[in-house]
């Protein structure tokens, strides 16, 4: 891209350390982070830790921050090392995670990682986008009550957010990620002095039905959803000023992310219990703190759609050789990419079971599996190109694949522990929960796809409760302001 680099002998941060004159600092490559991160899988937080139980679900959000931190420290540190090593790296690279895979594995991996990514990320903008237009609807009917279908809405929040994908990369819209996160941290804000607003009296009776086993499979997936970022995370790392940095941007972020969630996780199963639906937002009582959450998430989704499109668009626009350059064939590309995005959705329009789908398979592979199998890898070899050149600083780096063998006998044994810990957690736990989530799309009442509701029955407002409370209590019918449940509630049951 012409950028101007600087590469520097003697920075504190190692000994070739990439310094990027136009990239971005570490704060804001934080605020990425956040932005993508804190979001769609947030609000899904609370009914998944009632859905496993208080003990158990807390380990296992605080497993899942802990490995997820680590694995992403991993790729910083993988990335790090292959700027150093191979010049090309220091460079604009379009498609960081699929090198990574290259020089580790192989160029069967790469390819590999290319597909993964690709469908990695267009679920989770799927995903967003579904909640966008649901956001929005609820937005539209509450403040001017336009009863307007979600079909509809997938495709105004598809003309909204297009044009902002045709920016270059990460770096030329950070804007957009400080509204992604403001709106985000905002929203948890609004959500915690609602639950405190409510708690006096829904606390009194929060019912907690009996953990079920397949739901707490799918709650894996949701929190592993909550911290899968990692796929941009080498992109955001590359447009750095300084990539070393991007350490503090990923700690930051996700001890950040981990305090958002859980405040909203363990403040919705002590006020809400078992009554807390699919998103915590319903349950609020307060009508106004309700919709502001509404919009905020709404903002955070729509923002953070354009950084969650990146990586597969890079990758694609690498394949195909498209300039780097706005033209005719960037505008073709990324056109295709976000509306095949806007299909998936008219396709399957509601979210729950996409979010737990995609955050139990791909996103476990990309978050918990891959990373700690580059790092070791890669580690592996800095190890021993480094004793095999330690009198020939300008040799070239010579590429050769550590073997199991090699990263066994050469890694520290703590390393090998908490990486072999990673990767248990990750395969065990992605693969039941990936089994369960296949069997609730199977057998859930999903609605029929847009496009086949508009030509046999047309597209009708569908919500009738659209804007109404999810009350709490046994039966669904507290009111924290005395209201009369009729016309209030949404589903009490008398």
């Not at 790296?89 to 390819?111: L, N, Q, V, W």
């Not at 290319?114 to 995903?127: D, H, R």
């Not at 329009?349 to 918990?368: E, K, N, Q, R, Y």
């Amino acid at each position: 891209m012409g950028l101007s680099r600087v590469w520097s002998t003697t920075d504190k941060d190692g000994p070739t350390s990439h310094i990027n004159e136009k990239g971005i600092g570490w704060i804001i490559g934080a605020i990425f982070i956040i932005g993508e991160t804190a979001g769609g899988g947030m609000i899904a937080l609370s009914y998944a830790l009632t859905s496993m139980g208080l003990i158990p679900g807390l380990i296992l959000l605080i497993l899942c921050s802990v490995f997820s931190l680590y694995t992403a420290l991993e790729l910083c540190w993988t990335w790090k090392i292959m700027q150093n090593r191979w010049p090309e790296y220091r460079d604009h690279c379009r498609k960081p995670y699929g090198e990574m895979a290259y020089r580790t594995i192989g160029r069967k991996m790469r390819s590999f990682i290319a597909f993964m990514i690709c469908i990695t990320q267009i679920g989770f903008a799927t995903v967003l986008v579904l909640l966008a237009a649901k956001n929005l609807s609820i937005l539209l009917h509450f403040f001017f009550h336009l009863d307007i279908n979600q079909c509809y809405l997938i495709l105004i929040v598809g003309l909204a957010v297009w044009p902002a994908t045709m920016l270059p990369s990460p770096m030329h819209f950070w804007q957009a990620a400080l509204f992604s996160a403001g709106s985000s941290t905002l929203a948890v804000i609004l959500v915690v002095v609602g639950l405190a607003h409510d708690a006096p009296v829904c606390s009194q009776d929060a019912p907690h039905d009996e953990p079920n086993l397949m739901k707490a499979f799918m709650a894996f997936g949701t929190f592993v959803f909550a911290f899968g970022g990692h796929a941009t995370l080498p992109t955001i790392q590359h447009d750095m000023k300084k990539p070393a940095h991007f350490v503090h941007s990923v700690v930051l972020a996700i001890i950040f992310c981990t305090i958002l969630y859980l405040c909203i996780a363990v403040g919705g199963y002590f006020v809400y219990g078992s009554t807390v639906g699919e998103a915590i937002i319903p349950s609020l009582q307060i009508k106004w703190i309700q919709q502001t959450v509404n919009l905020m998430i709404a903002v955070h989704v729509i923002t953070t759609i354009v950084i969650v499109m990146s990586p597969p668009i890079q990758q694609v626009e690498a394949l195909l050789k498209v300039p780097h350059r706005f033209g005719v064939k960037r505008f073709l590309v990324r056109s295709v990419l976000f509306w095949f995005v806007i299909f998936i959705g008219l396709t399957i329009p509601h979210f729950g079971p996409v979010l737990d789908l995609i955050g139990a398979s791909t996103m476990v592979l990309m978050t918990l599996i891959l990373p700690p199998i580059f790092y070791l890898s890669i580690r592996t070899q800095e190890v021993i190109w480094l004793e095999g050149n330690e009198k020939s600083d300008e040799a070239e780096p010579i590429h050769e694949r550590a073997t199991l063998k090699e990263i066994l006998r050469i890694t520290p044994k703590a390393i090998l522990a908490l990486n072999a810990a990673v990767l248990i957690f990750g395969i065990i736990g992605g693969t039941l929960s990936t089994i369960t989530s296949i069997i609730r799309l199977a057998d859930s009442d999903m609605a029929a796809p847009c496009y086949w509701q508009y030509f046999t029955k047309g597209l009708p407002f569908s919500g009738d409760n659209i804007g109404s409370v999810s009350c709490c209590g046994t039966f669904r019918n507290l009111t924290v302001s005395g209201q009369d449940p009729i016309g209030y509630c949404s589903n009490p049951d008398f």
